[in-house]
């Protein structure tokens, strides 16, 4: 009566939350009001955990059930409270709390704080916190000894087969105890997978979490036994169950560490290993194991784990026997990461592999690793000193180098010399590698594949590796998967895909702290800029990896930037500079060893060289594309030097020389680079006085410019269209707006909008001059003279 009577004043909302903790009494009480509240205006809000309801006889009143967060609201959810977490942290959380609100909100914070940012490794099984403990722990707690024993083998052993868990009974248990767990709905069996399955991941840690360490020993004891046949599993176990320094069970986890590090692990081989090496007996191999685990976490970038302090560790393990090439890896790429001395990481890595004496028994894993960190710096440095210490490494290989090895230093290393023999092999790498599961050596392989436009093939493992490192994986492997991706996407034209993966680049790079290598997605974003248009951006851009990359010594970077530089030289019509860039990156007449970038310009280098009136250079530098036989790299490249060769053939042999060379297999592959052959075409016949014949290839340039936003290209390719006799209309343009330029009409649109000059500069990556400039020439082809008439003189859908 009192609700009722408060109710008829205002309305009236009674919440309870926690029904279950209520006594019988009080229970029974709220269950009479909520069925007498009907025609009022008050109401009755009582939650409790589904199952979990304690004394109320909800029986008659109406039930909402309450589901799991999704997935994008739970990333919402930690992102919003917990902003600074490490993405494996984030993603092991998310993984374990599956929805569950509280759990989202306990379970980072029973992490230590260094764990949440990913300096440190995350446990197998999180910690609860004190809430989710005292929840999930009580339902436990009231399971029979022999049940809380099985479930506590289920828990422990991922795959949870009943098989596997009766193999395993030795712990004290047999499967019919796994009955008082189902009845109270705390897991389930699969019937057709025979697995145990537990309602929650929260109840599995909770089960982990009441036990002891040996009872946990004895488990991991008697599911190592059943795991016989099963190195990976087995070893673990042996490591859980292991105390005293045992060397056959260290030895059994490096192996399984190094088969786990195959399938791109990292995480996971280098937990086996620490645990192996401390269960080592001798200090060297306790050091070898510790050094090999530093080089697994510098190499794979594995989240959770610290590089240096793993290396420094194997420091503190005492001093080695034998040179150990995994201690000089990984204090070379730390090196690298740090400062991006390029030539004391060089250094570092030549005097190990000078110094080392293959052991004994014939493994030199250890020399291999060390052959690949010393690749890829000589990669990075494009100089032609710095390989004859890789060469030789090699030569210590008792058994020569690896395939892989080989075909990437044949197609990667210098191209030009040795591409065209080195490509059946890298052929027969190809047809298998969408089975690779070694994301070393699809990133090998996409590497050998990259100047032959071949890195398509291996785009479907890249992929995987890609959605790997999103899930948590190594940020290495990822990082080297999106600037193959990007590489791949920007030939074919696939611009707006490679703008994506190159700003989730960057993402990754600073996540990581990986600065080092950012340079390669500013790169491609100083592609995007030039071939859009927003040449100042592109410039910037560029400018930025040079004078980062420049005092490094690590040259790579610094011709990539100034193919950056080419291309919006080339935007411009700037032949002058075009050339200028180009040369630097490769002289005219040769192709610079060891700088196979020098093939992505040549087109630029030739048609800059003949506008520019150095004809001699454009010949001769079209004359060793031929002789080098580069065409045969790729149906890129094909069209790329038989294009060269017709820029400067006579105008009588012209038209023969481009039709062969747009008559080339699959060039509509490559959007881009066959748009501005056409372009070149048409603009040769329109000289020529062909102008029906310039049409037919000009149109189709155009319409590929425009598809691609090409801007600059494409109001190249519409001026050469309007000297050919036809007069066309940007796509996007406005009654008002002929003959403004694609920039143009976009700064137009911005300043009729309202923005400031200021604002359209940072809108556009320009500089506020720049801006204004183009406002000044923009005025007069309007025919206005304010500012406030730009509306109205380029239509009204602004």
Known sequence: MLLKNEAARRPLLL?????????????????????RLG???????????????????????????????????????????????GAAVRARVLATAQGNPLALLELPQALHSEVRGSSRPLPRFLPLGERLQRLYASQVRALPTPTRTLLLAAALESTCELRLLQAAASAGYNLDDLAPAERQKLVWVDADSQRVTFRHPLLRAAVVAESTSDERRRVHRALSVALAADLERRAWHLGEATVEPDEEVAALLEAAARRVASRGDYEAAISLLCRAADLSPSADDRRRRMAEAA??????????????ELLEGARQAGRPARVSLHYASAAALLVLGADGQLDTAHGLMAGAIRAYERPADGDDQELRHALRTLAGLCYMGQRSDLWPALHEGIAKLASGPPELLSVCLGMAADPVRTGVAMLPRLERALASVHRETDPVAVQTLASSATFADRIGDVREPLLRIVQAGRAGGSGRNRIGALMHLCIDNFHRGQWAEAAELAAEGLSVCEEFGASSLSWCFHYHQALQAAVHGRFEASRALAGQVISWSGPRGISMAW????????????????????????????????LTPYVPQGLWVALDLVESAVRTGRTAEAERHAGMLQETGVAALSPRLALVVAACAALVAKDDDAVEAFDRALGLPRVQEWPFDAARVRLLYGERLRRIRAAGEARAQLEPALAIFEELDAAPWAARAERELRAAGRMRRNRSSTPGSAGLTPQEMEIARLAASGMTNKQIAEQLFLSPRTVSTHLYQIFPKLGITKRAALRDAIGSDT
């Open 15 to 35: 919440i309870v939350d926690d029904l279950p903790w209520l006594d019988r009494a009080t229970a029974g009480i709220l269950c009479l009001i909520g069925r």
């Open 39 to 85: 025609g009022t205006r008050a109401g009755l809000l009582a939650a409790y955990r589904t199952g979990e309801a304690g004394y109320l006889d909800a029986s008659g009143l109406p039930q909402k059930g309450i589901g799991a967060l999704s997935d994008d609201a739970s990333a919402r959810l930690l992102s919003d409270r917990f902003p600074h977490l």
């Open 295 to 308: 080089f697994m976490g510098a190499e794979g970038m594995a989240p959770g784990r610290n590089a240096a």
């Open 559 to 590: 011709t990539y930037a100034h193919h950056a530089l080419v291309l919006a030289a080339a935007g411009q019509s700037d032949f002058e500079n075009t050339y200028r860039y180009a040369t630097v990156i490769s002289p005219a007449g040769t």
